[in-house]
């Protein structure tokens, strides 16, 4: 028996219903661009924000209950781990995510701690088979305890960089056993509260260090999944290390990374840098980490990581489009890293989130499709850097013209050359019809 168990089973029933479990747009199998809506999104639930999350805020005690939150811890995190089976079940997406502390209790030693994983792992392993339901990405909570309090890979004692050496190694380890097609490093309290007791040059060599370990031994064991690092300027921390995309960018060349880690982009993280969801998408895109998504959104009016499930289609369009112009996620997907609001005590509230954004995610894949299809926009974008592929343009990129060649070329060119409009809002105007 689970709280689940009387959930209806979801599934796809087109626009017109209204049935509130209803998915009216994400029909799996729908052909988008050339693979389904399914492999375009590769949707995946979040254990920590489903199963584990119970409605504590710091002005008040737990609202939601769950079985699983009494008991022997043990015996509790099996039974999570079947209710969790049987929810996602009756919601039909294809993938999971979880961080080793979500899934089984910490013991009284490092080994205890595995021993735990390795026996809910067990029990995991056997739901995945029976329903075909696959990992998305395997983490390490390398946050919650207090001897994380000062960082984990950036602590000033090298006793808890081991120790949470140890914990990854792990993790890693489960994530491969389980075919994960990534292994996510959340940057936890990698970061500062105050710069008066922290030495930056070295939290970033330790840092630098620990991902390199890491690499090395998702080698050694033969893991073929993707490396990702979750870029988040704040929160926990003051300021945190993987401020956003470009920040890692710099931190993975600084130290040889490039090529062998690449980004979880979420989209409250990239508004609490201060971006646009697009940009961080986009930018990871053109310096080559664009890896997976963490889904959700924050609230225009709070600053932190409120975790709220998508509804603006129209919104998220814009960065789905980026995706598709990327030509997808590869092995990455879009990870429902959102969770129901602390008043939305019943199980239904953890169905109807996810129904509503899955189809939100459609749509706006859908969107995405029809700016696509229309090449209106793709051919305004071309025409805008024609120059650069003519024989000139080629010759100022690849170096082959120096500073004084260029001043040469424009000293010859008589008046200069003319201004031409960026013509934003014909743009915009193009994809809000689009978007209808
Ligand atoms: C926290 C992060 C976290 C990661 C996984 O803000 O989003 O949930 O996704 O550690
Ligand atoms: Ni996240
Ligand atoms: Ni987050």
Redesign the pocket.
Known sequence: MTPFDHLPQVSFMGPDATEPFALRTYDKTRMVLGRTMEDWLRPAV?Y??SFVANGLDPFGAPTQQRPWFQGEPLPAALQKADAAFTFLERLGLPFF?F?DRDVAPEGATLRDSNAHLDHVLDRIEQHMERTGIRLLWG?A?L?SHPRYMAGAATNPDPEVFAYAAGQVTHALEATKRLGGSNY?????REGYDTLLNTDLAREDAQLGRFLNLVVEHKHRIGFTGTILI?P?PM?PTKHQYDRDVATVYGFLARHNLLGEVKV?I?A??ATLAGHSFEHEIATAAALGLLGSV?M?RGDPQNGW?T?QFPTNAQDLSLAILEVVRAGGLGQGGF?F?AKIRRQSIDVEDLLHAHVGGIDTMARALLIAERITLDGALDAALERRYAGWDTQFGQAALSGAMSLPMLAEHAANGGPGPSAQSGRQEALENLVTRLSC
């Open positions: 979040a920590w924000h995510c961080h983490t909570n946050f996510v490093l959340w940057g936890g979750e988040k929160e979880n979420e409250n993280h963490d959700n990581d975790d990870n890293d």
